[in-house]
Protein backbone atom coordinates (compact mmCIF):
# COMPACT_ATOMS: atom_id res chain seq x y z
CA UNK A 1 0.00 0.00 0.00
CA UNK A 2 0.97 3.30 -0.56
CA UNK A 3 0.24 6.64 0.95
CA UNK A 4 0.80 9.53 -0.98
CA UNK A 5 0.60 13.30 0.84
CA UNK A 6 0.26 16.06 -1.74
CA UNK A 7 1.23 19.21 -0.93
CA UNK A 8 4.17 22.03 -1.08
CA UNK A 9 5.52 21.09 2.15
CA UNK A 10 3.52 23.44 4.69
CA UNK A 11 2.97 22.65 8.50
CA UNK A 12 -0.72 21.46 7.50
CA UNK A 13 1.31 19.00 5.20
CA UNK A 14 4.13 17.77 7.72
CA UNK A 15 0.57 16.68 10.32
CA UNK A 16 -0.92 14.74 7.88
CA UNK A 17 2.04 13.35 6.90
CA UNK A 18 2.61 12.43 10.69
CA UNK A 19 -0.78 11.43 11.35
CA UNK A 20 -0.24 9.06 7.97
CA UNK A 21 2.07 7.81 9.87
CA UNK A 22 0.49 7.16 13.03
CA UNK A 23 -2.49 5.01 11.13
CA UNK A 24 -0.12 2.73 9.04
CA UNK A 25 1.67 1.97 13.00
CA UNK A 26 -1.13 1.88 14.71
CA UNK A 27 -2.72 -0.35 12.35
CA UNK A 28 0.45 -2.43 11.67
CA UNK A 29 0.18 -2.57 8.40
CA UNK A 30 3.31 -2.31 5.86
CA UNK A 31 2.93 0.78 3.74
CA UNK A 32 4.71 3.28 2.31
CA UNK A 33 4.23 6.95 2.37
CA UNK A 34 5.64 9.23 -0.45
CA UNK A 35 5.21 13.28 -0.38
CA UNK A 36 4.11 14.93 -3.52
CA UNK A 37 4.85 18.59 -3.38
CA UNK A 38 5.11 18.67 -7.84
CA UNK A 39 2.21 21.05 -8.71
CA UNK A 40 2.40 19.34 -12.02
CA UNK A 41 1.37 16.34 -10.48
CA UNK A 42 -1.14 17.56 -7.57
CA UNK A 43 -2.45 19.51 -10.81
CA UNK A 44 -2.41 16.14 -12.43
CA UNK A 45 -3.92 13.61 -9.99
CA UNK A 46 -6.87 16.44 -9.68
CA UNK A 47 -5.92 17.89 -6.59
CA UNK A 48 -6.88 21.89 -6.11
CA UNK A 49 -6.50 22.04 -2.38
CA UNK A 50 -3.67 21.22 -0.03
CA UNK A 51 -3.11 19.34 1.89
CA UNK A 52 -3.97 16.20 0.05
CA UNK A 53 -4.11 12.19 0.49
CA UNK A 54 -4.02 9.83 -1.87
CA UNK A 55 -4.10 6.09 -0.97
CA UNK A 56 -2.70 3.92 -3.67
CA UNK A 57 -2.98 6.46 -6.02
CA UNK A 58 -6.51 7.57 -5.22
CA UNK A 59 -7.38 11.06 -3.82
CA UNK A 60 -9.16 10.42 -0.90
CA UNK A 61 -9.37 13.97 0.75
CA UNK A 62 -8.00 17.51 0.08
CA UNK A 63 -7.99 20.52 1.55
CA UNK A 64 -7.99 19.18 5.16
CA UNK A 65 -5.31 17.66 7.66
CA UNK A 66 -7.35 14.18 8.83
CA UNK A 67 -6.44 12.55 11.88
CA UNK A 68 -5.00 9.38 12.70
CA UNK A 69 -8.08 7.63 13.19
CA UNK A 70 -9.98 8.95 9.81
CA UNK A 71 -6.97 7.83 7.85
CA UNK A 72 -7.09 4.25 9.46
CA UNK A 73 -10.49 4.30 8.00
CA UNK A 74 -9.81 4.82 4.30
CA UNK A 75 -7.02 2.31 4.74
CA UNK A 76 -9.60 -0.11 6.38
CA UNK A 77 -11.31 0.43 3.24
CA UNK A 78 -14.25 2.64 4.57
CA UNK A 79 -15.39 5.98 4.03
CA UNK A 80 -15.00 8.37 5.94
CA UNK A 81 -18.12 11.14 7.13
CA UNK A 82 -17.05 14.10 8.35
CA UNK A 83 -19.07 15.13 11.20
CA UNK A 84 -21.19 18.78 10.55
CA UNK A 85 -21.41 21.10 13.10
Known amino acids: MKLQILGAGCAKCALLEQ?????????????????????????????????????????????RVLTADQIKVFISGGRFIPKHS
Open 19 to 63: HAREAVTELGIDATIEKITDFGIIAQMGVIATPALAIDGVVKSTG
